[in-house]
């Protein structure tokens, strides 16, 4: 799978958990989005998107997914 491909794939995925959050409470959206991609997603899934990000702003991602991503990234 190519890098543009798996990208989409996870952009999709996030806007998707994004959408389910944001349903319920918008403010507390960015916070439960990032909690659920810390537990469900495999670390390299978690450092592709940071990448994606770091390599170009993070184009077609959610504003919640985003700001929830940011806050991922290693300490």
């Known amino acids: 799978m190519?890098?543009?491909?798996s990208n989409d794939k996870l952009i999709y995925m996030a806007n998707q958990i994004g959408t389910f959050f944001k349903a319920q409470d918008t403010?507390?959206?960015?916070?439960?989005i990032a909690e659920h991609?810390?537990?469900f997603w495999d670390p390299r899934m978690r450092q592709a998107i940071?990448?994606?990000?770091?390599a170009g702003g993070g184009a077609g991602l959610d504003p919640a997914a985003?700001?929830?991503v940011e806050t991922l990234r290693p300490r």
């Open 27 to 32: 403010a507390t959206a960015p916070e439960k």
């Open 37 to 39: 991609i810390k537990k």
């Open 2 to 5: 190519s890098s543009h491909s």
């Open 66 to 68: 985003r700001q929830a």
């Open 50 to 54: 940071i990448a994606y990000i770091d």
